[in-house]
């Protein structure tokens, strides 16, 4: 409890602040107004009658097919450049120059290229999600001590036991690292995903732009504190789920 106490004291300042008049509502709403709008978000929807579950819904699963595309890919290549250094010298130098260019700028070559729906909104967070795996999996092989891998040769191991049986087991902590940043950026990465369009009208980025639209701050503060809290349970949830394997331990 003592952990969430720094923050609690905020809310109450937060709250305290607005009710003085500190900050006008238009401005910065208070956590009431907050939690009014949630509410409303549940029974009314934004706009009315798109109610919150589904916006949680569509991003979701925007987010798990960006997330899940970025692990399929980027996992096998970072093991790979892990253990073949000449996979490493191969997409080094591509990976170096695309990594610094942000998600934000691949919107309008990805409405191009994809067209205005989930196929664009799904690769702007599959861009943000697969640096993190990608780079965090190909350090946790390096960083794997030669002495395991001596030890396997001389007990004859193949070359396929040692890879699935010292490289990937033993880089495992670093590719969970990297499975929750990218996890953590997918999410980032969601509004600005859903910039690109969305058909269906739902996810949670789209509800928020609406919601700016018609000058809603209680509302959009209530859809960013609702990616939050979606985002800081599924970070539990990888932990949870890396704590239950532990092979290193």
Not at 60 to 77: H, K, M, Q, T
Request: glycine share 10%; net charge positive; hydrophobic share 55%.
């Amino acid at each position: 409890m003592g952990r969430y106490l720094p923050l609690l004291l905020l809310i109450c300042l937060w709250q305290l602040l607005c009710s003085l008049g500190f900050f006008p509502s238009y401005v910065l709403p208070s956590p009431i107004e907050i939690i009014n709008a949630f509410q409303a978000l549940l029974t009314i929807g934004m706009p009315p009658g798109h109610l919150l579950y589904n916006h949680v819904l569509y991003s979701l699963y925007r987010v798990g097919l960006g997330f899940s595309l970025a692990c399929v890919l980027g996992i096998p290549l970072g093991l790979l450049m892990g253990w073949f250094p000449q996979f490493y010298r191969l997409f080094s130098p591509i990976i170096e120059l695309v990594r610094p260019i942000p998600p934000l700028a691949w919107i309008p070559i990805a409405i191009v290229w994809l067209g205005i729906g989930i196929r664009s909104a799904v690769f702007i967070i599959f861009l943000g999600a697969f640096f993190p795996v990608l780079l965090n999996t190909a350090s946790g092989v390096l960083s794997i001590n030669p002495i395991l891998v001596d030890a396997a040769k001389t007990l004859n191991a193949t070359q396929k036991d040692i890879f699935f049986k010292v490289l990937v087991p033993g880089s495992l902590p670093s590719i969970f690292v990297g499975m929750r940043i990218g996890m953590g950026v997918a999410w980032m990465t969601l509004v600005a995903a859903e910039f690109t369009g969305v058909k269906e009208g739902y996810g949670l980025g789209f509800m928020i732009m609406t919601a700016r639209d018609i000058q809603r701050p209680d509302e959009i503060l209530a859809g960013m504190c609702i990616i939050g809290m979606i985002g800081f349970t599924i970070d539990w949830l990888l932990r949870r789920w890396e704590s239950s394997i532990k092979p290193w331990e």
